[in-house]
């Protein structure tokens, strides 16, 4: 059981450049998360999905994109990166009772855009 | 806007003592509220979490305390173990109308000394 898979670990982009940022889970979990984690902050809620075919914004969805259109994928799409997306990305889902209950998280993907 | 606030942003215990995180929150309408462990290099894991209805919750070396009165979380770890170094995070699900985010606090560094 691998949990909450991120793909990069790590990757420097240009400003202008896009890039998607993969995140797949396999415990059958509804609901999907985008979080960033800029230093000493705490995490940003970007973008969730409560199931496939269904997203919405969190709290710092602008220059971001999502797609939710299977249970286990839920990536992030950053179009025309700037210096302000440089943070460490964590995904998570959860199965609980409720949205944001115990979430599971994936071990993040650390983004500098130079 | 509301957030949640860490009393304090460092904190040293000695092995086999126990550690208090601090908390404070100032949403009245929050229901929910979870801590979460972060190590170096890693996603947030969860440790404990509490409804609005409870003042005590029990797991594993750990106990979260809710003081509705004074809106106030705290943390216990029982007989503090050098893998217990991390930051704690908490975090609260203020259900409120500007979206279903949860709060993060800025985190708390646990560091224990043998």
């Known amino acids: 059981n691998a949990g909450v898979t991120q793909t990069p670990k790590f990757r420097i982009l240009k400003i202008g450049q896009s890039m998607t940022l993969q995140c797949t889970q396999d415990?059958?979990?509804?609901?999907m998360y985008w979080y960033r984690q800029d230093p000493g902050m705490g995490l940003k809620l970007i973008y969730y999905?409560?199931?496939?075919?269904?997203?919405d914004k969190g709290e710092v969805p602008n220059g971001y994109n999502v797609s939710r259109s299977t249970t286990e994928d839920f990536p992030l799409r950053l179009e025309l990166a700037a210096p302000s997306q440089t943070s460490v990305y964590f995904c998570?889902?959860?199965?609980?009772?409720?949205?944001?209950?115990?979430?599971?998280f994936g071990s993040g993907t650390q983004l500098s855009v130079l | 806007g509301e957030s949640v606030g860490l009393h304090l942003p460092t904190l040293s215990v000695q092995e086999g003592d126990n550690s208090i995180i601090n908390c404070a929150y100032s949403?009245?309408?929050?229901?929910?509220f979870i801590w979460y462990k972060q190590e170096s290099g890693k996603g947030p894991q969860f440790i404990i979490d509490?409804?609005?209805?409870?003042d005590k919750r029990q797991g594993q070396r750990v106990t979260v305390l809710l003081n509705k009165t004074v809106k106030h979380l705290s943390l216990q770890i029982a007989a503090t173990q050098p893998g217990d170094s991390a930051v704690y995070f908490c975090?609260?699900?203020?259900?409120?109308?500007?979206?279903?985010?949860?709060?993060f606090g800025k985190g708390t560094s646990l560091l224990v000394t043998p």
């Open positions: 509490i409804r609005s209805n409870m």
């Open positions: 998570a889902s959860s199965i609980a009772r409720g949205l944001n209950e115990k979430l599971f």
């Open positions: 999905s409560v199931g496939a075919g269904i997203t």
């Open positions: 949403n009245s309408a929050s229901d929910y």
């Open positions: 415990m059958n979990h509804n609901y």
């Open positions: 975090a609260e699900n203020p259900f409120s109308n500007s979206g279903y985010a949860l709060n």
